[in-house]
């Protein structure tokens, strides 16, 4: 089985003018350049390789902040949804983000998508994830595999399960002690990351699955794995 892996972090809808959006997002792409290379430049996505590379994005606030009033951009009264790639053909990656839903109830989101799993160790990741925590200031954040995901929540609601990685805002409440090999470390003063595995988590190690069982356990039982909005 080839598992999918995915990072996002997640929060209940927060309208915010574009202009703070903008300034999110130079965030989210400046910290990205700085944990790896392959992550220096990104592209507008388009309808082939060509056009995107013709379409290379400026990381500043006030350029993100004319690309982002692009009418396909726009998805709603104050909404937007973007997404970009990397352009790499051996180690591509695309980040999506949609923010600023005006809708009780709804969620905003930054996701990280990278299409080689042989180039994603624990180091990568967890700066991803963290570059995305700093940028959006979510309340909850992941990184795992599509299919560890679908094994363990039916509707994959935000905030209700656990992955390799876990991100708990400091509004979510304290993480407690968990056993080893699990990490627990700090992102600055904005909340916890919960580390499974120092090595790539996968379905096809029992001992990942286990583990994964026994930390949400504990997780659930202080009453961290709840839907977004309720803690």
Same mark, same amino acid.
């Given at each position: 089985m080839t598992e999918t892996y995915y990072a996002g972090v997640y929060w209940p809808g927060r309208p915010e003018p574009l202009e703070t959006h903008a300034r999110r997002a130079e965030a989210l792409f400046q910290r990205l350049a700085s944990t790896d290379p392959i992550l220096a430049n990104w592209y507008e996505q388009a309808r082939s390789r060509e056009s995107a590379l013709n379409s290379r994005i400026s990381p500043d606030a006030l350029s993100l902040q004319q690309l982002l009033k692009k009418t396909k951009y726009q998805i709603g009264e104050g909404e937007i949804s973007f997404a970009a790639w990397n352009g790499s053909a051996d180690d591509s990656s695309v980040v999506n983000f949609s923010?600023?839903? $005006?809708?009780?109830? +709804?969620?905003?989101?930054? !996701?990280?998508?990278?299409?080689?799993?042989?180039? /994603?160790?624990?180091?990568?990741?967890s700066l991803v994830l963290k570059a995305m925590v700093l940028a959006w200031e979510p309340e909850w954040g992941i990184v795992t595999s599509d299919a560890h995901r679908d094994s363990v929540s039916e509707s994959g609601d935000a905030g209700t399960f656990i992955g390799w990685m876990t991100y708990f805002s400091r509004d979510r409440g304290p993480v407690p002690h968990l056993p080893g090999p699990v990490r627990v470390e700090p992102v600055e003063d904005r909340g916890t990351l919960v580390?499974?595995?120092?090595?790539?988590?996968?379905?096809?190690? $029992?001992?990942?699955? +286990?583990?994964?069982?026994? !930390?949400?356990?504990?997780?659930?039982?202080?009453? /961290?794995?709840?839907?977004?909005?309720?803690?």
């Open positions: 923010c600023g839903a $005006p809708v009780p109830g +709804a969620v905003d989101l930054c !996701v990280w998508t990278p299409s080689a799993p042989r180039h /994603l160790s624990q180091q990568r990741a580390i499974l595995t120092p090595e790539r988590f996968t379905l096809t190690r $029992p001992d990942h699955v +286990a583990l994964a069982e026994e !930390v949400r356990d504990q997780l659930q039982r202080v009453g /961290l794995l709840e839907p977004l909005g309720a803690s």
